[in-house]
């Protein structure tokens, strides 16, 4: 039976942006970066009001269409509870549409608090760690950034079938990175289309590209957990990025800029992001030569998946 949660009930998601591919992983690995959304969900009395504060302020839908709601909504009835309205307040720090995961981050965010509204009413009807990566891949079709911002690090996923459900069932497990990894984002100031990029993508590819991907991602695995002077290598990749490469011409140039300069970087996401993992701060003079292109640095600690309180 659903029960209907009492009025005045809150709670704050704070909710990591994240990276995927690494490279070669493409639609498998991600790894979580710490900058933050954070979602404030309270049940009232009617209603549904929602209020966004920094990215994507202005821009998009104030009501049941937003992905948040829809995320809260979808986590309530998975939950088995329900509520009589609701007041939703997101304050955004994680760029729109540039490859760090805000769509995945929104998806997760909107769960979680669900999963921490039922459990004031009953701890026993949070949402399970597994159900969270299921729900959010479902949201995003893939579960490498979500399953990234739920469980922090970095992440292997996959997907598999599932006949019970008549769907795909989604799975990750955590990797710890290495403690002296760190990552740098280049963000340029335009947007990218996840969906137009990825009908870049060949339906076949050669099989010394795929063999030689198998490889790299292998590699990658080492590299982020034990031998992070391998990342040069273990981030190559002839599946994706080549294929995007004309579609951002920008992301594209810094991506060879940075691995000409021995730093493993890739295309974040489907861009237009670029992701550097290094042991080290960023040059100097290429973090000037990208900011005078107008390109923002942002310094990001790897980071643990979302909290909620």
Same mark, same amino acid.
């Given at each position: 039976?659903?029960? &209907? #949660?009492?009025?005045?009930?809150?709670?704050?998601?704070? %909710?990591?942006?994240?990276?995927? /591919?690494?490279?070669?992983?493409?639609? &498998?690995?991600?790894?979580? #970066?710490?900058?933050?959304?954070?979602?404030? %969900?309270?049940?009232? *009395?009617?209603?549904?009001?929602?209020?966004?504060?920094? @990215?994507?302020?202005?821009?998009?839908?104030?009501?049941? +269409?937003?992905? %948040?709601?829809?995320?809260?909504?979808? +986590?309530?009835?998975?939950?088995?509870?329900?509520?009589?309205?609701?007041?939703?307040?997101?304050?955004?720090?994680? !760029?729109?549409?540039? +490859?760090?995961?805000?769509?995945?981050?929104? =998806?997760?965010?909107?769960?979680?608090?669900?999963?921490?509204?039922?459990?004031?009413?009953?701890?026993? *009807?949070?949402?399970?760690?597994?159900?969270?990566?299921?729900?959010?891949?479902?949201?995003?079709?893939?579960?490498?950034?979500?399953?990234?911002?739920?469980?922090?690090?970095?992440?292997?996923?996959?997907?598999?079938?599932?006949?019970?459900?008549?769907?795909?069932?989604?799975?990750?497990?955590?990797?710890? !990175?290495?403690?002296?990894?760190?990552?740098?984002?280049?963000?340029?100031?335009?947007? *990218?289309?996840?969906?137009?990029?990825?009908?870049?993508?060949?339906?076949?590819?050669?099989?010394?590209?795929?063999?030689? /991907?198998? *490889?790299? =991602?292998?590699?990658?695995?080492?590299?982020?957990?034990?031998?992070?002077?391998?990342?040069? !290598?273990?981030?190559?990749?002839?599946?994706?990025? !080549?294929?995007?490469?004309?579609?951002?011409?920008?992301?594209? @140039?810094?991506?060879?800029?940075?691995?000409?300069? $021995?730093?493993?970087? &890739?295309?974040?996401?489907?861009?237009?992001?670029?992701?550097?993992?290094? #042991?080290?701060?960023?040059? &100097?003079? #290429?973090?000037?030569? =990208?900011?005078?292109? $107008?390109?923002?640095?942002?310094?990001?600690?790897?980071?643990?998946?979302?909290?909620?309180?």
């Amino acid at each position: 039976m659903t029960r &209907t #949660l009492p009025v005045g009930t809150t709670v704050t998601a704070r %909710v990591p942006a994240s990276s995927a /591919n690494l490279g070669a992983g493409f639609d &498998t690995f991600g790894i979580a #970066l710490g900058l933050y959304d954070e979602i404030t %969900v309270t049940v009232t *009395s009617a209603g549904l009001t929602v209020r966004v504060v920094g @990215e994507g302020a202005g821009e998009v839908p104030l009501g049941d +269409g937003h992905l %948040v709601v829809r995320a809260v909504q979808r +986590g309530l009835r998975a939950a088995g509870v329900a509520v009589d309205g609701l007041d939703v307040l997101c304050r955004n720090c994680i !760029p729109h549409s540039r +490859g760090l995961g805000s769509s995945a981050s929104a =998806a997760v965010g909107g769960l979680v608090a669900a999963s921490g509204l039922a459990a004031k009413l009953d701890p026993g *009807s949070a949402l399970t760690t597994d159900r969270l990566i299921q729900l959010a891949g479902e949201f995003e079709g893939h579960p490498d950034n979500s399953s990234a911002s739920i469980l922090g690090g970095v992440v292997v996923s996959w997907t598999e079938p599932d006949p019970d459900r008549g769907g795909p069932r989604y799975r990750a497990v955590r990797l710890d !990175p290495h403690p002296a990894l760190r990552a740098t984002a280049l963000v340029p100031p335009h947007r *990218s289309s996840t969906s137009h990029t990825r009908m870049l993508l060949p339906d076949l590819v050669p099989h010394a590209d795929a063999v030689f /991907n198998v *490889s790299r =991602a292998a590699l990658a695995v080492v590299a982020v957990t034990h031998r992070p002077d391998l990342l040069i !290598p273990a981030t190559e990749d002839r599946l994706h990025q !080549p294929q995007r490469a004309a579609a951002i011409p920008v992301t594209t @140039e810094w991506v060879g800029r940075l691995r000409a300069a $021995g730093i493993a970087a &890739t295309v974040s996401g489907a861009g237009p992001a670029v992701l550097a993992l290094t #042991l080290d701060e960023l040059p &100097t003079y #290429l973090r000037e030569q =990208a900011q005078a292109a $107008g390109l923002q640095v942002l310094d990001l600690p790897l980071c643990g998946g979302v909290t909620v309180e």
